[in-house]
């Protein structure tokens, strides 16, 4: 049996302009310390290979933070150490100035157990019986299907042949695929697994076929609408024409989840959620509070976010709160022993919003009287902290 780890979509030297400088900082990172963890898992499942089906740096021209620590995680590594092979994808192609071109420092920083895919025609003896084929995208954008380009099996040839490429299956009415791949290719070419990289949700696109065709996912998410991503694959290899036993495997550190809170108990639900702290949390309040519920909800909010002081229970955290209402008037919130001004004061807010035709004059007197609200909370705080 051979055992490999299929990766692909790391995506080093991604940027994540929407977010605050300091979790752009961390999601970044984390692209870099999944490395360790692949390799670590590859390590513990005793695999023969370690197949890295493209679009590993975000750009063709990374800056040297990414590839550097890229090869320097892959020099420090402790072995057993296995061939590795590194194939350029759309995002990173092979180009004459790319990180990937023979010149480049990058290349010789990287040990001699790491195969940079740089040929059309690669080839690499896994093992006797065991043939890998592999081919770099040379562009951004292509029509070619690499796959197709990959070495039929000759007759008589019995050997475990393996396809590394990077590309899409998906055929989409009206949409021009990028570097499109045949769903049938292994058994076209004769393959017994066909790597393969683009989409960053696992799938096995084949699981109709004798020969598996998987996207193994980013290893880390990159937005959030990857459901299936966070993961690698793990392949066990028989004998030609045995269908390969292909698992998933998590080695994320974030997990991504966009949730919509309609009321506060939906929102205080948040707060209970396990492991918050390694979540990517995009949080969208499509909510009516009340006055005291907005002091709530501000509460729970600086709890998942965190301050200057203290750490947020979310670990990274963007809030949505476009759609985030209060609910017209007072209600009855205010106490009744407050100074006739204060009273008279709010008296008339309730009265504007009553009357008010003006949709903006109403929100204009609800804010006022929130605001009110906020001032005789905090110096009733203040009163207690004096007594």
């Known amino acids: ?55 590993l740096f975000d750009d063709p021209t990374p800056s040297e933070d990414f590839w550097e620590g890229l090869a320097k995680t892959l020099r420090d590594h402790p072995g057993p150490h296995v061939p590795i092979f590194l194939v350029p994808g759309n995002h990173d192609p092979l180009t004459p100035e790319s990180v990937w071109a023979p010149k480049h420092p990058f290349r010789s920083r990287l040990p001699k157990w790491v195969h940079v895919v740089d040929r059309d025609d690669f080839s690499f003896d896994l093992a006797p019986d065991v043939v890998l084929y592999a081919s770099p995208c040379r562009s951004r954008a292509g029509e070619n299907d690499l796959a197709m380009t990959l070495p039929a099996r000759e007759p008589g040839d019995t050997r475990l042949r393996i396809g590394c490429v990077h590309g899409c299956t998906f055929d989409i009415a009206g949409h021009q695929t990028n570097f499109p791949i045949c769903r049938d290719a292994g058994v076209q070419r004769g393959l017994d697994y066909l790597a393969i990289g683009d989409t960053h949700s696992f799938r096995d696109v084949t699981d109709s076929l004798p020969v598996p065709t998987v996207y193994p996912g980013a290893p880390e998410p990159t937005n959030f609408d990857e459901p299936g991503a966070g993961n690698v694959a793990l ?60 002091n709530e909800v501000e509460r729970i909010l600086r709890d998942l976010q965190g301050t200057d002081a203290a750490h947020g229970r979310a670990g990274i955290l963007l ?9 017209p008037g007072s209600d009855g919130i205010f106490p009744d022993d407050l100074p006739p001004v204060v009273k008279d004061t709010i008296a008339r807010l309730d009265h504007i919003i009553e009357a008010a035709e003006d949709e903006a004059e109403k929100v204009r007197a609800t804010r006022a009287l929130a605001h009110l609200y906020k001032l005789l909370q905090n110096h009733e705080t203040v009163l207690g902290r004096g007594r």
Not at 238 to 263: N, T, Y
Not at 319 to 327: V, Y
Request: with cysteine.
């Open 235 to 294: 392949v066990a290899l028989f004998r030609h024409g045995s269908r390969p036993r292909v698992e998933s495997a998590p080695v994320a550190f974030w997990q991504w989840i966009d949730v919509k809170c309609r009321d506060i108990n939906e929102l205080r639900t948040l707060l209970t959620r396990q492991d918050l702290e390694r979540h990517v949390v995009r949080l969208r309040l499509d909510m009516t509070v009340s006055l005291s519920e907005e």
């Open 319 to 327: 809030i949505d709160r476009t759609q985030l209402r209060l609910q």
């Open 1 to 55: 049996m051979l055992r490999i780890l299929h990766t692909a979509d790391w995506h080093l030297g991604r940027r994540f302009p929407s977010f605050p400088e300091e979790a752009q900082k961390k999601l970044s990172r984390a692209r870099m310390e999944v490395i360790n963890r692949i390799l670590d898992l590859g390590r513990r499942n005793t695999v023969n290979a370690i197949l890295c089906a493209g679009d």
